[in-house]
């Protein structure tokens, strides 16, 4: 398995502001990404952190909304962008070691917007 | 793309029964099926995965068994436990060449009673 952290683990925003999620691992990984899971809800993917590249995003995301880096093979990070109270969720990321399909999940970031 | 359902929504059962969670997904191409805990203010944890080579699965108290033909999979707690009390997530997807991607159930609410 792997250790994943993220900062911060929540914090409460106003609207029209953006926040940067940072995510570090303790190992490097091949694949990291980014969920989002809405109050009482499921887990739907944002987008794919590639290192090196851009993120490939899944329908319904935009980069310009969800800003994502990946400077290198054990940390990410994602922004949210312009936020208004319907992005209020807890934000998660998650790691695939090499030569494995498992993910593995951060604790999350539980963000409130006002 | 993939679609799973899980169900039920909510299972409620007495300390030292058994509890079972059943989903179903679309795509046949899908080969890896895990299945996460979340408990309150945590993220989501791998308790078991089964791939499609596979029809049965056992970890201690936990089971996994899927059936290919009719695409489904289930989750099997035997001689629960309070502390078996969480969110379970299935999942299925896994890699398919170009990308790896997990899709997720809408989530099942276990409490164990005393």
């Known amino acids: 398995s792997a250790v994943i952290s993220q900062k911060p683990s929540r914090d409460i925003c106003q609207r029209g502001t953006s926040l940067t999620i940072q995510c570090q691992v303790d190992?490097?990984?091949?694949?990291m990404f980014w969920y989002r899971q809405q109050p009482g809800q499921s887990l739907t993917l944002i987008a794919t952190?590639?290192?090196?590249?851009?993120?490939?995003?899944e329908s319904g995301f935009v980069i310009d909304k969800f800003p994502i880096s990946r400077p290198n093979l054990t940390f990410s990070t994602l922004t949210v962008s312009n936020m208004s109270p319907e992005d209020s969720s807890i934000y998660l990321c998650?790691?695939?070691?090499?030569?494995?399909?498992?993910?593995?999940f951060g604790p999350g970031t539980r963000l409130t917007v006002l | 793309g993939e679609n799973v359902e899980q169900h039920p929504s909510t299972l409620s059962v007495q300390e030292g029964d058994s509890a079972v969670i059943k989903c179903t997904y679309s795509?046949?191409?899908?080969?890896?099926f895990p299945w996460y805990k979340q408990e309150l203010g945590k993220g989501p944890q791998l308790i078991i995965d089964?791939?499609?080579?596979?029809g049965e699965k056992k970890d201690q108290r936990i089971a996994v068994t899927l059936n290919k033909t009719a695409k489904h999979f289930s989750l099997h707690i035997t001689e629960t436990q309070p502390e078996d009390s969480a969110v379970y997530f299935c999942a299925a997807g896994g890699f398919t060449g170009t990308a790896s991607k997990l899709t997720f159930g809408t989530g099942t609410r276990l409490q164990v009673t005393l």
């Open positions: 952190a590639n290192q090196g590249s851009e993120a490939t995003y």
């Open positions: 089964i791939r499609s080579n596979v």
């Open positions: 998650s790691v695939e070691p090499a030569s494995t399909d498992t993910q593995y």
């Open positions: 795509d046949s191409a899908s080969n890896y």
């Open positions: 190992s490097q990984v091949t694949m």
